[in-house]
């Protein structure tokens, strides 16, 4: 198996036309939280990941799940991660980027961690694939989509910097436009960062 990478929690390996995501020990943690942690990281990823595939989500099918190993295998989605192409057409990216995020909040599912890393455009679909839903939780707080719609846009503002304020209106367009409740989001969205400037302040 080769390894394809190696983020801040979690080994990824490749094994023919599947992924392996192990997540490794921390050993600044103590041992009984880290386990804890891994475990609670890895259920949370795969049942996310079966919800997302049983409502035909663009997301990896996942195949094996297995919280001894702390391993998830899925499906590789193969093609390019958003991080690397966003500038090439990204107001276009963008709207899709809002679309799925709406799609993901319609059924009261938050990411966690929107990273343009965390974003494959898949070449067999030309679909933009949302990845790594350890940090996604259930919810239908307006307050919890606010923070991940919070959250693009610091991915945005640190990785894309040059075109980030487009790439943002674009996005919270299209996910105005596909929300079950996205007005209410985006007021409480201004909340939000009003609260996060205060924060920076301090
Ligand atoms: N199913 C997949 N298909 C193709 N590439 C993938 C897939 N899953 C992960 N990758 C690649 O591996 C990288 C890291 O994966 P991922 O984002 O899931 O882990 P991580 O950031 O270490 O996770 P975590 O935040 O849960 O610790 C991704 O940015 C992507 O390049
Ligand atoms: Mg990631």
């Given at each position: 198996m080769q390894k394809i990478a190696q983020g801040a929690e979690a080994k990824l390996f490749q094994d023919r036309e599947d992924i392996i995501k192990q997540r490794f020990q921390k050993e600044y943690r103590h041992p009984l939280i880290d386990n804890l942690l891994r475990k609670q990281r890895t259920r949370r990823e795969s049942r996310i990941l079966e919800k997302l595939a049983a409502a035909n989500f663009p997301s990896p099918r996942i195949s094996d799940f297995d919280d001894k190993n702390m391993e998830i295998r899925m499906d590789m989605i193969e093609g390019s991660l958003i991080r690397d192409v966003?500038?090439?057409?990204h107001a276009e990216f963008s709207r899709e980027i809002g679309k799925r995020i709406a799609q993901l909040h319609n059924k009261d599912?938050?990411?966690g961690d929107l990273t343009t890393s965390n974003m494959i455009l898949a070449k067999e679909t030309n679909k933009i694939n949302l990845i790594d839903f350890g940090l996604s939780f259930v919810s239908e707080k307006i307050e919890d989509k606010a923070v991940d719609i919070h959250l693009l846009r610091q991915a945005l503002e640190s990785k894309h910097h040059t075109i980030s304020d487009d790439c943002f209106s674009n996005a919270v367009k299209a996910y105005t436009e596909n929300a079950l409740n996205g007005t209410a989001v985006l007021e409480r969205l201004q909340k939000v960062e009003v609260r996060g400037r205060h924060k920076s302040r301090k």
């Open positions: 966003l500038h090439e057409k599912i938050i990411h």
